[in-house]
C-alpha cells in the first residue's frame, strides 16, 4: 500500500503539489509575504471592501453588541437580529420576495441543489461550472445533463430531446461569470430557454454581485434580465469583501430550504458581524461609492488586458475582472508563478482538476485598489517570464 508521503511526492513530481502561503496583512494591492511586499494579482476582493472602514466599523459594532459567536444554528438559536437584518436587505438588492444567507457559497450550492431537487428532477448544468455545483448536482440525486461550455444550441437539443419523457422538474444552473475562464453566462438566451421549456434559471453570480450592472446587483443586471432569474446564488466574500453566501427567490423557495437544506441546517450561523458588515457593503456597492469602485476596476481591468493582449498572450478573450493567461502544462506554470513571485508579483498558477488537464494558467484578478501604472509594469513582468518560460 502506498504511503501518503508517496502521494505527496507523486505531486511533487508531477508539479501538481499544493501548499499554503501565509499573508501577514490584509488584502490589499500589496501583500507582505515571508517579509517582503509583493503586489497581490489573485485576490477576489474586487473593490477594496475587505479592509474598507464603513465595514469594519460595521463588523466592531455588531461584535460589541452581540459578541463573537452565534451559538447555535440557524433554526436552534442562531437567528440573530443581523442575519434576519441581512435576508430583507439582500431580497431587496436582488428584486425578490425573499432570501436566505449560507455560511458559504460551497454551503449554498451544495444545500440549495440538495434541498431542491431530486430523483424525479432533471438539471443542466455548464461543463464550466464551479466545483460547489457539481457537489451539488450529486448530492440532489438528480438527473444531471451537463451542456458544453455556453454551448446554447447543444442545451437547447438537450431540453427538446428531453421534453417528451419529462418527469418533475427542470432547472438550468450555471455560474454567471465563469470563476476561470472569465467569461459571463449568455443569460438572455438562458432566460429564453428556460421559459421556453419551464423550467428555472439558477445563476451562480460569485463574480458579478457587486461588480457587474449599474447598481452592482450583478451580472443579471448588467444583462437586463435580473428578474427572469429564479435561483440567485452569490457569495459575500468576494466583491462584498465578507463572508459567506446567499439564495435570493421566492417566498416559498427560501421556506422549503430552511426545511430542508442540509448545509443550512446542519451547521452553526456566521458570527453576526459578518451578516452586519455584509449589510454595510451592499449599502455601499449600491451607493455612489459602489460606481466609482466600478468604475476604477473596469478601468484596471482594460489597461491590464489590453497589455497582455497586445503582448501575443490568450487571455481566452475574458472580458471580466478575472484574466486568464493560459500557460498549458503545470511545470511551466508553477515555473512562471515562482518566478513572477521572486520579482514581486503574487499570482497563483491554476491546475487540474480546477481547470481541464493542458489548460494551465495563471489566474489574474482585477481589484479597483490597484494602480493603473503597477498593472501595466506587472502585465510587462508577465510578458518577459512567460516567454523566458515557454519560448
Ligand atoms: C468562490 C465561488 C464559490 C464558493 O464560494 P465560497 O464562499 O468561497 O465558498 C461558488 N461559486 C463560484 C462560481 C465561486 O467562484
Same mark, same amino acid.
Given at each position: ?13 508531477? +508539479? ?19 517579509? !517582503? ?34 451559538? /447555535? ?25 425573499? /432570501? ?24 443542466? #448544468? %455548464? ?32 431540453? &427538446? !430531446? ?41 445563476? %451562480?453570480?460569485? &463574480?458579478?454581485?457587486?461588480?457587474? +450592472? ?7 443586471? &448588467? ?8 435561483? &440567485? ?29 442540509? #448545509? ?128
Amino acid at each position: 500500500m502506498t504511503t501518503w508521503n508517496d502521494e505527496l511526492n507523486r505531486l511533487s513530481l508531477e +508539479g501538481m503539489r499544493r501548499s499554503l502561503l501565509t499573508i501577514e496583512n490584509g488584502q490589499g494591492p500589496e501583500v507582505e509575504i515571508d517579509g !517582503q511586499l509583493k503586489l497581490l494579482l489573485c485576490s477576489n476582493n474586487y473593490l477594496g471592501l475587505a479592509d474598507h472602514p464603513a465595514l469594519v466599523a460595521a463588523s466592531i459594532v455588531a461584535t460589541r453588541q452581540y459578541g463573537v459567536g452565534s451559538g /447555535a444554528s440557524r433554526l436552534v438559536s442562531g437567528t440573530l437580529r443581523p442575519h434576519q437584518e441581512f435576508e430583507e436587505r439582500l431580497a431587496a438588492f436582488k428584486g425578490t420576495q425573499s /432570501a436566505l444567507l449560507f455560511n458559504s457559497g460551497y454551503a449554498a450550492n451544495t444545500g440549495v441543489l440538495q434541498g431542491l431537487f431530486g430523483p424525479n428532477d432533471l438539471i443542466f #448544468s %455548464d461543463s464550466l461550472n464551479h466545483a460547489s455545483i457539481i457537489d451539488g448536482c450529486k448530492l440532489s440525486k438528480a438527473r444531471v445533463l451537463v451542456y458544453p461550455h455556453n454551448d446554447m444550441d447543444c442545451l437547447e437539443a438537450l431540453m &427538446h !430531446q428531453e421534453r417528451s419523457t419529462r418527469k418533475g422538474r427542470w432547472v438550468i444552473v450555471t455560474d454567471g461569470v465563469f470563476s476561470m475562464d472569465g467569461d459571463f453566462a449568455v443569460l438572455p438566451k438562458l432566460c429564453e430557454l428556460k421559459e421556453r421549456f419551464e423550467a428555472l434559471l439558477m445563476v %451562480d453570480d460569485a &463574480h458579478g454581485t457587486g461588480a457587474w +450592472g449599474d447598481k452592482g446587483r450583478g451580472l443579471g443586471e &448588467h444583462f437586463g434580465c435580473l428578474d427572469k432569474i429564479d435561483l &440567485h446564488m452569490g457569495t459575500l466574500g468576494k466583491a462584498l469583501g465578507c463572508s459567506g453566501a446567499y439564495l435570493a427567490a421566492d417566498r416559498d423557495i427560501i421556506d422549503v430550504l430552511i426545511n430542508r437544506s442540509r #448545509s443550512f441546517i446542519f451547521s452553526t450561523s456566521l458570527p453576526p458581524s459578518v451578516p452586519a458588515s455584509a449589510i454595510s457593503a451592499i449599502e455601499l456597492v449600491e451607493g455612489s461609492e459602489g460606481h466609482k469602485l466600478r468604475q476604477k476596476l473596469h478601468q484596471n481591468r482594460k489597461v491590464f488586458t489590453k497589455c497582455l493582449i497586445d503582448g501575443g498572450i490568450d487571455i481566452l478573450g475574458s472580458p471580466s475582472q478575472i484574466v486568464p493567461i493560459i500557460t498549458g502544462e503545470p511545470k511551466p506554470t508553477m515555473l512562471i508563478t515562482q518566478r513572477l513571485f521572486q520579482k514581486g508579483i503574487f499570482l497563483q498558477g491554476i491546475r487540474p482538476p480546477t481547470v481541464p488537464a493542458g489548460k494551465c494558467r495563471l489566474r489574474a484578478t482585477l481589484m479597483a485598489s490597484h494602480l493603473p501604472d503597477e498593472l501595466i509594469k506587472a502585465a510587462q513582468q508577465i510578458l518577459t517570464v512567460v516567454r523566458e518560460v515557454l519560448g
